[in-house]
């Protein structure tokens, strides 16, 4: 029992409804939603400390035992994420301060953006399924009112086929709770991978488990990702890369949950078809990147490049893959915040996404050049930048197990994705320079640039300094790879069956 | 009376899906709804209808009909009611900006 591991679900939930009182003082809104992620960040840190201590913490609500009560857990492969979702949220907000506009924060952005980051937070450590939906849904309504708040044309019309998309996949998620409901008879996930193991993983079991995997496909955009260009270059650019850094990783997380501690014995029929769904994933993601020549559309196809890789570990089921897809999760969160953000930025300052309108940027603003240009490096995994050990660990992975397609395929789709990018930084940044400062249609500013800085030096940081993570990521690997830690850590060692 | 409930459970998804694939907006949000009223169903009769007394302790039965599938639905509802009243709020909001509630019109252009 440890009762921090509820404080990064509850503390932006309870700093969200405090600004709602206080709606017309955005000073107050500002400082104190900093002051809830910076205090998620620092549990978050404490629950790793703790974790790589005295193992996997857990907190049972009420004193209810484990498959009676609500459970919540924190492992290493939560902690850690936990942190970058903090790290990655802080900088989007401090962005978002100056670009989001002075009628967005009155109509309460910033209780909405923490209601957000609570639904993340919550997803990632809640201990049963339907809590898990339940954190989901949190996550989901808040993102509902941050795409179409603002209520341009384009944001109406993009929300509306987001919220619809979301909508029926929650169904299909309750849907696929109720057969498991009715099969095991019980939701609590450490309780579940005990009875399926007892039972065994029959036919049944696994037509669940693929519903599971269309649930959470539509959400982390693996495959079912028709849904997603157009819903991600609707909304402001904080926002924008806010959603690109964590809601798909959610669904990720989902997936890696599900199918490392519940649906893990038939590897053969289920995980070969999630890299089946990962390798298609890397494909059309590349050709779309490569294909458009919108700013945009090329980030947001991006996006869906990051998860197919990412899930390509997970189709390994190797310690090598997963430790791999750990360290690249991690990497992911943060590159696409900060892909996001500049060209968001570049967005701004031409007043245009089309590639074709936009040239020479360079010369009045050189330092967005150069970080654009070390973050398209990290984005590609060329060493030493953070992505490099990730796509090497996840190639190896999958080359161990004998899927040397899946491998192939990531190694191609990555210089795809460095054509992709290298197309903006070259087209955007090189040239001639058509517009002067004054011409140009926004500016830069410390609130903007500050944050781009960071994660640019964060990018570098994690690259060179991967060591320093290193044992961390090896604790939230072994505990994926072994279920019987999570369980023995939340049934607390009680022969309830 | 399961199969009776399997048959209703049935029905609604497949008047909910008719309604989805229509284009207009608010049919579809209609179909979205009815599909999560099916959904519900399905939980409830998921989890077994009637296999005992009421869960109540003082009671005098021996077996217990399993609350857990109502304590489900109870919370899905409440989500479901935020959703579809988000979800009609918006849909009216589009209408009145883009002045079309036919998903056809909705599909967006490919250069603006």
Known sequence: MNNTVILPMIIPVIAGLIMVIFRNNIRFQRLLSIFAILAVGAVSLLLMNQIRNEGIQTLQAGGWAAPFGITIVADMFSAILLLTTSIVSLFCLIFAFSSIGREREEHYFYPMFLFLISGVCGSFLTGDLFNLFVCFEVMLISSYVLISLGGTKLQLRESTKYILINVISSSLFLLAIAYLYAITGTLNLAHLSLRVAEAGQDGLMTTVAFLFLIVFSMKAALFLFFWLPGSYSAPPTAVAAIFAALLTKVGIYAIFRLFTLVFYHEQETTHFVIGILGAITM????????????????????????????????????????????????????????????????????????????????????????????????????PPLSGFLGKVFITRGTFEEGYYWLGAIGLITSLMVLYSIMKIFMNSFWGETYLSREMEKGTTNVSTMLPIGCLTVMTIALGLGSEGIHEYVQIATESMMNPILYIEAVMGGEPIR | METSMSILIGVLFTIGTYLILTKSLLRIILGTSIISHGVNLLILTMGGLKSGGPPLLGQHDTTFTDSLPQALILTAIVINFAVTALFLVLSYRTYKTLGTDNMDQLRGIEDE
Do not use: C, E
């Open chain 1, 283 to 382: 494909v059309l993601g590349a050709m779309g990147a490569v294909a458009y020549q919108d700013i945009k559309k090329i980030l947001t196809y991006n996006v869906i490049v990051g998860v197919g890789f990412i899930i390509s570990g997970l189709a390994s089921f190797t310690s090598m893959g997963m430790m791999g897809s750990i360290y690249y999760l991690i990497h992911d969160i943060l590159i696409k915040a900060l892909i996001f953000l500049l060209g968001g930025m570049i967005i701004h300052l031409a007043g245009t996404s089309k590639l074709k309108d936009i040239s020479g940027l360079i010369r009045n603003h050189p330092y967005l050049g150069w970080m654009f240009f070390v973050a398209a490096l990290s984005l590609a995994g060329i």
